[in-house]
């Protein structure tokens, strides 16, 4: 028996874990859990799995509800506030943690994770986008594994294994393409925030269903796949592929692909994260060839997915720049859920801020540590505050 925390258990990832786990009662002890402000769920939650001990981090929202930061509900103990997510993230009888949170905000936790020698199933992109090449050296020093939980990359690392990386030529990220691959870009302009959110083929947490729709989805996860298998960019290749059915293919050197394909169910990735090494046997939904089924492939256009092309751009920078890429994207698709600016300024607010974070004379020495993500996160803040008068509606 494993045991298991899940941080970020109120939102679509968390609610897909709880699905695997109801499906393995006896491979799995919870331990702990997270939400950020969902309260009342977390409540629902805590009769149900009975964990030892839960958190809310928004400590606000613990106040709001219980008039405490810590309390004692039904003999589980509530904690609340960055100190509540480190008590899960130094866990040590933790064998594996979800990282689910949404966000830059998992940056921190999946640092904690892995310094404390825990296998991290991944589904934060954001925090291997920020700092990639620390997390990975920290896993490497303390003997433990990054699991990836995003479906195009456990695509990959599935079929990548047991391959020689020698026998690799290129991999191929798929994308849905989001709601808008098929409206021209010079409609952009009137997109409301209740279109972006309406992904054609994955409900989803609110950011990246705003990621999927102007591809900076696609952009983060260019970055997550060249970090993750240490595969250069020009080898990296993304697909619009609308039905989402193929999750993602690899091409070796005899030009042969592989490809997997597999329901939309992101309980399967996860399941396979959970299990990682074994595969086991499911009762999920199954995919079905009684039907005709259509399997339609794009080359993506970079003029009109602008975001993915700034992502290429900022990986190929490398130190900080995928972080700064990270934190503006951010600060943006915030601005855009709380109508203060316009689909199509996400994209333009990219590329100013990008220009002006090119003067910075902090970038001379473009160095990744913990310390200069941070120093990057307020630079990003400080320009995106300047842009804003330019761009609110
Ligand atoms: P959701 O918005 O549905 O859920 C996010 C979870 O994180 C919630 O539990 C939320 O709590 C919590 N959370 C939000 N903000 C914070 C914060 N500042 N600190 C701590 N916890 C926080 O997102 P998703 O489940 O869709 O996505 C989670 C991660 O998984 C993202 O990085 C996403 O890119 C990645 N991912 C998601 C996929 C999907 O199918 N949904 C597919 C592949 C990757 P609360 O409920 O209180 O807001
Ligand atoms: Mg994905």
Request: charged share 25%.
């Amino acid at each position: 028996m494993k045991n298991i925390s899940v941080l970020g258990i109120t939102g679509s990832i968390g609610h897909s874990t709880l699905k695997v786990l109801d499906n393995y009662k006896k491979d799995f002890n919870l331990i702990s859990i997270s939400t950020h402000s969902n309260v009342k769920n977390l409540l629902k939650l805590i009769d149900i799995y009975k964990p030892e001990f839960a958190v809310v981090s928004d400590r606000a929202s613990m106040f709001d509800y219980f008039g405490e930061y810590e309390k004692n509900y039904n003999n589980i103990k509530i904690y609340s506030g960055e100190d509540g997510l480190y008590k899960i993230c130094s866990d040590r009888r933790n064998n594996i943690i979800v990282n689910a949170i949404s966000g830059k905000s998992g940056l921190i936790p999946s640092y904690n994770i892995l310094t404390n020698g825990i296998d991290l199933a991944l589904a934060n992109k954001e925090s291997i986008v920020c700092a990639g090449p620390i997390l990975k050296e920290i896993a490497k020093k303390n003997g433990c594994n990054i699991i990836p939980i995003d479906s195009e990359h456990s695509a990959i690392f599935h079929l990548l294994r047991n391959r020689d990386k020698n026998e690799i030529e290129k991999i191929y990220l798929t994308a849905s393409g989001g709601p808008f691959f098929r409206i021209e870009k010079k409609e952009w302009h009137k997109i409301t925030v209740k279109e972006a959110l309406n992904h054609p083929t994955w409900k989803m947490g609110n950011k990246i269903s705003i990621d999927s729709a102007t591809m900076a989805n696609k952009g983060l996860e260019v970055i997550e796949a060249e970090r993750l298998f240490d595969i250069s960019y020009d080898k990296i290749n993304v697909l619009i592929h609308p039905q989402s059915l193929i999750h993602s293919m690899i091409e070796i050197i005899d030009g042969e692909i592989y490809a997997q394909i597999g329901p939309n169910d992101m309980a399967i990735p996860i399941q396979n994260a959970l299990f990682y090494p074994e595969i086991r046997y499911n009762s999920f939904n199954r995919f079905n060839f009684n039907r005709i089924v259509t399997l339609e492939i794009f080359p993506v256009d970079l003029k009109k997915f602008r975001m993915l092309d700034f992502a290429f751009y900022c990986g190929k920078k490398s130190g900080v720049y995928p972080a700064f890429y990270n934190f503006i994207n951010e600060i943006s698709v915030n601005l855009f859920l709380n109508e203060k600016i316009k689909f199509t300024h996400i994209e333009e607010i990219m590329e100013e801020s990008l220009e002006n974070f090119e003067k910075e004379d902090f970038l001379n020495k473009n160095i990744l540590t913990m310390e200069n993500i941070k120093i990057t996160e307020d630079l990003a803040n400080n320009i995106c505050e300047k842009l804003y008068d330019k761009f609110k509606k």
